[in-house]
T-cell receptor, first 112, second 112 residues
Framework: GQNIDQPTEMTATEGAIVQINCTYQTSGFNGLFWYQQHAGEAPTFLSY????GLEEKGRFSSFLSRSKGYSYLLLKELQMKDSASYLCAVPFYGGATNKLIFGTGTLLAVQP | KAGVTQTPRYLIKTRGQQVTLSCSPI?????VSWYQQTPGQGLQFLFE???????NKGNFPGRFSGRQFSNSRSEMNVSTLELGDSALYLCASSLGDKGEQYFGPGTRLTVT
């Protein structure tokens, strides 16, 4: 089976750095996605990691360790607009499908 | 290119009724996936269609069904609605066999 764990909520201060962790257990591995979802809106793609290491994209970076079943999303220079839910997801492993298994999401609140 | 569109955006139904939701993927995308999002369960996979074929189905009762048309547009149907079906229903499309999924704004279904 496949299982994903993330913290439910986090709080951080504007201008600071925050790290959102995600651990997963899968029977196979086809990469890991991070999505951002503002309240009442659709999830939007942030990153996709398939190899170990850190990938940086502006203020956002994502890290993957396949041997540890672990990923994190790093947000730098936090802005109020970064207040959102951050979803970690892995593709279902087994057959041809685009099915994604999502964690429950981490609700990030950025305070002034 | 236009994004994923879903209609209607909001819907109120009573128990026992049925409902049909529609999703138009990004032009050229052949894979359409449906997800149910609730506060308690997060994003749960319903089913995925690729070139009019259902490739995978989530753990939902038979009251939930879907289909995909030759133009890749997809519909999902829920019959005999229950209060617990109240949720945000999200549709996502993908260009190829696997990869990044682009989400629509969702249909907010309320069952009273």
């Amino acid at each position: 089976g496949q299982n994903i764990d993330q913290p439910t909520e986090m709080t951080a201060t504007e201008g600071a750095i925050v790290q959102i962790n995600c651990t997963y257990q899968t029977s196979g591995f086809n990469g890991l996605f991070w999505y951002q979802q503002h309240a009442g809106e659709a999830p939007t793609f942030l990153s996709y990691n398939v190899l170990d290491g850190l990938e940086e994209k502006g203020r956002f970076s994502s890290f993957l360790s396949r041997s540890k079943g672990y990923s994190y999303l790093l947000l730098k220079e936090l802005q109020m607009k970064d207040s959102a839910s951050y979803l970690c997801a892995v593709p279902f492993y087994g057959g041809a499908t685009n099915k994604l298994i999502f964690g429950t999401g981490t609700l990030l609140a950025v305070q002034p | 290119k236009a994004g994923v569109t879903q209609t209607p955006r909001y819907l109120i139904k009573t128990r026992g009724q049925q409902v049909t939701l529609s999703c138009s993927p990004i032009s050229g995308h052949r894979s359409v996936s449906w997800y149910q999002q609730t506060p308690g369960q997060g994003l749960q996979f319903l089913f995925e269609y690729f070139s009019e074929t259902q490739r995978n189905k989530g753990n939902f009762p038979g009251r939930f069904s879907g289909r995909q048309f030759s133009n890749s547009r997809s519909e999902m149907n829920v019959s005999t609605l229950e209060l617990g079906d109240s949720a945000l229903y999200l549709c996502a499309s993908s260009l190829g066999d696997k990869g990044e999924q682009y989400f629509g704004p969702g249909t907010r279904l309320t069952v009273t």
